[in-house]
């Protein structure tokens, strides 16, 4: 049972902006409703002017929420874009590996980056949710199908096993006081979709947000970030992937298909699809390019016998499901359920 949750924000610092008052009370009336305790790290209401300009603070926010004895669950705020920047600050003398405990750390989107940060150090984490886009959901109550596997991890801290969603949601272009108690129009959601291979397969899941997986080998948008996770060695290695599910979701820029075919052929290059059990790929928001997205992945993979498994309700397209990472996870798309070992 989760009693105390500690907001990070390591990537956006968007929490502190007085615009997001209005969702961040919301949020905090859900959690104590929980009777969750809930702390902000000490640079999360820093503002995004503060943040941005630096990075160690938000790498030191991070580490002492492991190191805080009382914290139970760390639950970033919201994705960005720039956390591979927090890399010398946790890998340099080590200080990570130095401070990680065996705490629930939960987010998705650029909060990628420090999965796999936490992955390097041998920790287990909690992908497809964050503070601001699911418990300050501005609709009357959080989302169903989300509440439902928050709760799940709240309470249990683990998560036994997804099932599609029922429906999915437009997202919201309104955010405003405005837009507090309103519903987003809702659609039937398809289930499960087997795109390719066999519907049965195992192995732990771990990957994340494509357009943020992309900045580890292509340098477009910062110059500094392929050097970065070179030099620490961010992406894992061939063997560590060996036998591994892939998990792959597209971000709220909805890349067009000619970016979404380079971002699979980045990842192609390192020889990675010759080594997986399988691939996850979470629903894109508004189910924009789904179509396109399908049939570049079997394209660019080139390999029918790799299971493919789609319409997956993680990651920006809401609702959200929560997956585990470094848990041995069991894929069934004949029975429309993905199950996770303890």
């Not at 820093?46 to 914290?71: C, I, N, S, V």
């Not at 200080?95 to 390097?120: A, P, Q, W």
């Not at 601001?132 to 989300?146: G, R």
Request: aromatic share 10%.
């Amino acid at each position: 049972m989760v009693k105390t949750i500690t907001i990070v924000s390591l990537s956006s610092g968007v929490l502190g902006e007085a615009f997001v008052k209005h969702e961040v009370d919301i949020g905090l009336h859900r959690l104590h409703a929980y009777g969750v305790h809930v702390k902000f790290s000490e640079h999360a209401l820093k503002g995004m002017d503060y943040l941005k300009a630096h990075p160690e603070a938000r790498a030191a926010d991070l580490l002492q929420a492991f190191r805080d004895p009382e914290t139970d669950m760390i639950l970033c705020a919201i994705g960005g874009d720039d956390t591979y920047r927090l890399l010398p600050c946790l890998f340099d003398h080590d200080e990570l590996r130095k401070s990680v405990t065996n705490k629930i750390f939960l987010g998705f989107s650029d909060t990628t980056m420090n999965h796999l940060m936490l992955h390097k150090v041998g920790i287990r984490s909690f992908y497809g949710q964050a503070f601001l886009p699911d418990l300050c959901e501005l609709d009357s109550q959080m989302l169903p199908y989300t509440r439902e596997y928050f709760e799940e991890l709240l309470e249990t801290g683990m998560i036994r096993e997804i099932h599609p969603s029922n429906v999915w949601y437009q997202s919201r272009s309104d955010f405003s006081t405005e837009a507090v108690g309103t519903g987003m129009k809702s659609f039937e959601n398809e289930g499960f979709e087997l795109l390719q291979g066999s519907g049965t397969f195992s192995g732990e899941i771990l990957g994340g947000c494509i357009d943020t997986i992309y900045d580890i080998f292509n340098a477009e948008r910062y110059e500094d970030s392929v050097s970065l996770c070179r030099k620490y060695h961010l992406f894992p290695s061939l063997e560590d992937w060996r036998g591994k599910i892939l998990l792959l979701e597209s971000s709220e820029e909805q890349p067009a298909p000619e970016k979404y075919c380079r971002m699979l052929e980045a990842l192609k290059q390192t020889g990675i699809f010759h080594v997986l059990s399988g691939v996850l790929i979470g629903k894109p928001m508004d189910e924009k390019y789904f179509g396109e997205y399908k049939k570049t992945l079997i394209r660019v993979i080139d390999d029918p016998a790799l299971p493919i498994v789609c319409n997956i309700n993680v990651g920006h397209a809401t609702p959200r499901c929560i997956i585990p990472f470094g848990v041995e996870a069991r894929v069934d798309a004949d029975r429309q359920v993905i199950r996770f070992s303890e």
